[in-house]
């Protein structure tokens, strides 16, 4: 699946923070991080009583969680950052228990902080649910916190295992049998953060999720499902159309785009396949698609039908001819230009299919395309929206032809963005939505 990157500059300033999006729009100046009150988590403490509360300022730092082979213990770890001027501890129990806290040290093979709390779970347990928090307190007497966030351990046998879904439901995957080589558990979070930047021009929709196994299981043997929902709220204006999953390269540090299958009817989800426990999350990508399992990525069609569950756009059984056209397509971030279509389709003896590019008042700008043609002289500004329309025709109504998905991209306009810049003698820090990185050792200011 095409997923096209891009580079975003990064240039320090000394004095405040500058976003700038192009020369035509104005710049914006951060404020300050907002110190809020957060949850402050106790060792020993009643699992029933509310935590006590104390002035903290909310840590945005990607982690995640692993659980042990033994069924008693997990792993945590963040993302990879530089080592803070800072005590990082991680605490976290099960429903039902006390907090468990623990000091978190940081491996300069690793660039993480890391933990492993023993005997936090039972052996056996099919389902445990919990919640983890960092916390790094700041020589200069600040106090980051991430907050309580909610995990869910699963037993997966090797046959017969149940779906992993995540607390909010929002996540399920299915594990076929012999997937994973022995019995293990897996955990599911929802992450803090995503653990490195996005591609340019894609968006989050809804939350980012971890799932790992345990025993240093990264791959799967078989391909197993993934599911990830999505509601009216956390699609708000984007187009189900231009949605994809997209999970972590922890070796690349950069997003594969795996795709996906949407069902924009009835469940609201996209499912895809994958072999690697890490981190999955919906993104509106720098494309638009339909791959015609329902009919809503159509405005208007005419003697023609969709064949499920091949997902094929095809003539009614008595048509000669029949015509198709989809919704209007429009970018969710502003473009430069637009880049290109691709389709598939199968034409037998005796049948035709062509694709034509129509203005949004139907007007046709480009007849008869090739898959992968270049849309770069349709003038974005000009038409900031378009629309493709299959025509269809036979000789022999028991012959069709038929068009498996059609694709629109285009190139979003490359974003510069300059990060806040403190300097402590001869130190830096960049505080950033990934956690803290230094270049040096130094103490954030706020």
């Known amino acids: 699946m095409l997923l096209i990157l891009g580079i975003m500059s990064l240039i320090a300033l000394v004095a405040g923070a500058l976003v700038r999006v192009d020369a035509s729009e104005a710049a914006v100046v951060p404020e300050p991080p907002i110190r809020t009150h957060v949850h402050s988590l106790k060792s020993g403490s009643n699992p029933d009583d509310p935590p006590s509360s104390s002035a903290a300022v909310p840590w945005r730092a990607h982690f995640f969680a692993v659980p042990g082979s033994d069924g008693t213990s997990l792993f945590v770890s963040t993302g990879q950052m530089a080592e803070l001027d800072a005590a990082v501890t991680a605490e976290a129990r099960v429903v039902g228990q006390a907090w468990r806290r623990h000091s978190m040290t940081y491996s300069t093979e ?15 347990t099919l389902t445990d649910e919990g919640e983890i928090a960092l916390t790094a307190a700041l020589d200069s007497g600040d106090t980051l916190d991430t907050g309580p966030i909610h995990f869910r351990r699963f037993f997966v046998p090797t046959t017969g295992a149940a779906p992993i879904v995540s607390g909010d439901n929002n996540l399920e995957m299915t594990l076929t049998d012999d997937s994973l080589p022995v019995d293990a ?170 694709v034509d590019v129509l203005s949004a008042d139907g007007t046709a700008l480009l007849s008869d395309m090739t898959s992968g043609a270049d849309l770069a002289a349709i ?29 629109v991209t285009w190139q979003p306009k490359l974003y510069e963005a300059y990060l806040p810049l403190v300097f402590k003698g001869m130190e830096q820090m960049t505080a950033n939505g990934f956690g803290l990185e230094t270049v040096g050792k130094g103490s954030p200011s706020f």
């Open 110 to 124: 690793e660039n993480a902080y890391e933990t492993l709390i023993s005997g936090i779970f039972v052996p056996g």
């Open 185 to 354: 558990y897996a955990l599911v979070m929802t992450a803090n953060s995503v653990p490195g930047p996005m591609p340019l021009g894609h968006q989050l929709v809804g939350q980012p999720y971890s799932v790992r196994a345990s025993g240093a299981i990264i791959t799967s043997t078989r391909p197993m499902l993934l599911k990830l929902f999505y509601t009216d709220t956390t699609l708000g204006d984007l187009d189900p159309h231009t949605l994809s999953v997209l999970q972590w390269d922890p070796v690349s540090m950069e997003w594969d785009d795996s795709g996906g299958n949407l069902d924009d009817v009835i469940e609201n989800s996209v499912s895809t396949t994958t072999d690697r426990f890490t981190v999955y999350t919906l993104m509106s990508t720098i494309y638009w698609r339909d791959a015609f399992n329902d009919f809503t990525g159509l405005s208007e069609w005419d003697h023609v039908s969709v064949l499920l569950p091949d997902g094929e756009l095809v003539l009614d059984g008595l048509a000669y001819t029949g015509a198709a056209t989809s919704r209007p397509i429009t970018p969710t971030v502003s473009i430069d230009c637009w880049g290109h279509v691709y389709f598939t389709k199968t034409v037998p003896a005796g049948t035709s299919l062509t």
């Open 379 to 407: 003038d974005p500004i000009a038409y900031p929206r378009i629309e493709l329309r299959a025509m269809l025709s036979t000789d022999d109504p028991a012959h069709s032809a038929r068009l498996d998905e059609w694709m």
